[in-house]
């Protein structure tokens, strides 16, 4: 009997825990629908990074623009160049996965399929690394991003705290420390060499682009033609025609 009554406790505790952990969660995330954060789970780690290497002159560049004064090129040069399907998809391209799946098990060079939202979730929430726990925070928070926030919120949160180069957070921060001006004057090339170093911020550079990141730059303006922002869609681009 003591027994059985010691596993109820634990069993009731980890219920308890459980349920915390979802209201907790979902109303930090309902919260940051109309909060603005002010940073990111990526920004205190590199932060942590930055004092345990003893990098002192290490600082965190990060301006929050709202989407209404971007350039109309962010939005499009990161849907084109990461997440085509955006605007269709309830958080998850499961084509996409399937595609990376079949690639890294015959590939040493790893491929990931996340969407933006899934990226938003780990920036926003979550440590850098790989591992099935942090996977699976991954997955929730997206689908709670995903139920919680339309999809202009989710683009334009992606864009202010994606990194763009080391220390250098979101497009408004990256425009003025590239080229001295505001993400509202971005072109659609300056647009789409930020979108180019996505894949390695803190290697790729866009003031001093590689053959690698010019060609994926060219590859993202062609990629954009192919996209349209609807104003039904509020400013989240989509794809116009098959290509």
């Known amino acids: ?110 491929r990931g399929a996340s969407t933006i939202s899934q990226q938003v979730a780990k920036n926003l929430f979550l440590w850098r690394g790989r591992s099935w726990v942090r996977k699976g925070f991954e997955v929730w928070f997206t689908v709670l991003i995903e139920a919680l926030w339309p999809k202009e919120r989710i683009l334009e949160v992606y864009l202010n705290i994606a990194e763009f180069g080391r220390g250098v957070y979101g497009v408004e921060a990256a425009a003025r420390t590239f080229w001295g001006k505001s993400a509202s004057r971005l072109t659609r090339a300056e647009a789409a060499t930020l979108a180019a170093v996505l894949p390695n911020p803190r290697r790729l550079r866009a003031t001093a682009p590689s053959p690698y990141v010019q060609r994926r730059r060219d590859w993202i303006l062609r990629q954009m033609s192919y996209l349209e922002t609807p104003a039904a869609t509020d400013g989240v681009p989509r794809v116009r025609e098959a290509r």
């Open 1 to 110: 009997m003591a027994r059985k009554g010691v596993g109820a406790r634990i069993a009731r505790a980890l219920l308890l825990a459980a349920a915390a952990f979802v209201v907790v969660t979902a109303l930090a995330v309902l919260a940051l629908r109309w909060v603005d954060p002010w940073t990111s789970a990526v920004m205190l780690e590199s932060r942590l990074e930055a004092r345990q290497e003893g990098l002192k002159s290490y600082r965190v560049r990060y301006r929050w623009i709202d989407a209404s004064r971007m350039s109309p090129a962010c939005a499009r040069a990161v849907v084109a160049a990461e997440d085509q399907l955006f605007a269709e998809h309830s958080g998850f391209d499961f084509e996409a996965i399937r595609k990376a799946a079949e690639h890294n098990a015959r590939s040493k060079r790893v």
